[in-house]
């Protein structure tokens, strides 16, 4: 059996408030992004094997299950 992926998530609610991306020109232009979810994915060796991501122009907010599940095996 080979060893699984490895994932880590990078979750930002509501971009518009998050001082790191509040002054980029997707969130404070067209498209007027405000939500993003990153999934970056790892090779049991570490290297990377890719990225996963989601934006929208609604925030959206995660329950406590899902950022507690985030990160782990694939």
Not at 31 to 57: E, I, N, V
């Amino acid at each position: 059996m080979t060893d699984p992926l490895r994932v880590r998530v990078d979750l930002h609610p509501d971009a518009l408030l998050d001082p790191r991306f509040a002054d980029s020109p997707l969130v404070a232009g067209p498209p007027h992004l405000r939500f993003y979810a990153g999934l970056s994915l790892s090779a049991p060796d570490g290297s990377r094997a890719g990225t996963l991501c989601g934006m929208g122009a609604q925030p959206r907010g995660f329950g406590l299950v899902a950022a507690e599940g985030a990160d782990g095996p694939l």
